[in-house]
């Protein structure tokens, strides 16, 4: 890249992730390796995943500066929707559960006046206990409403199942 690319005109995530998969389309620039498994991402299927869950976030009423807490373990899919959350141009938080009440996790949603969470509907998943009382519809799909009292601010959840996001 030359020295106006890298200075000026891709000072953002989405720019040089699009300038990326517009030069080097077929190069992997991530790879997960699991015990069974390796999943690479070109530069090209990365941009077009997290366009399609940008989109997605878009069209179930996500706006730009929502902030959007994001529980899911380091896997594909949290890559993915960490750079759906900044296409769409939402804000992204770490939404990390270190104590067993949550207290922690909740505290900082506060805080960030948090919008939605996108966590993973499984028994393992603290963000999965913590909220699945909270959730109007666990079965409705992908999307659905979330309110949980400590977080006001919080009206939705987007529900993210292992090997869910068409890789």
């Not at 000072?11 to 190069?27: F, G, S």
């Not at 498994?37 to 706006?63: E, P």
């Not at 499984?122 to 949980?148: K, Y």
Request: aromatic share 8%; proline share 5%.
């Amino acid at each position: 890249m030359d020295e106006d690319k890298t200075n000026n005109s891709l000072n953002t995530i989405p720019k040089r992730l699009k300038y990326i998969a517009e030069t080097y389309p077929d190069r992997e620039i991530f790879i997960c390796v699991g015990k069974d498994s390796r999943d690479a991402f070109t530069a090209r299927s990365l941009l077009n995943l997290a366009g399609k869950f940008a989109a997605q976030l878009l069209h179930n009423g996500f706006k730009h500066g929502d902030v959007i807490a994001n529980t899911l373990p380091n896997s594909p899919e949290r890559i993915i929707t960490d750079l759906g959350i900044i296409l769409a141009g939402c804000i992204g938080l770490n939404g990390q559960i270190l104590l067993a009440d949550g207290s922690d996790f909740l505290s900082a949603a506060w805080k960030a006046k948090c919008n939605g969470i996108i966590l993973c509907p499984e028994q393992w998943s603290a963000a999965w206990r913590l909220f699945r009382n909270h959730i109007a519809d666990p079965t409705v799909g992908m999307f659905s409403l979330v309110c949980h009292e400590q977080v006001p601010d919080l009206t939705k959840v987007v529900l993210i199942r292992p090997r869910q996001l068409d890789m």
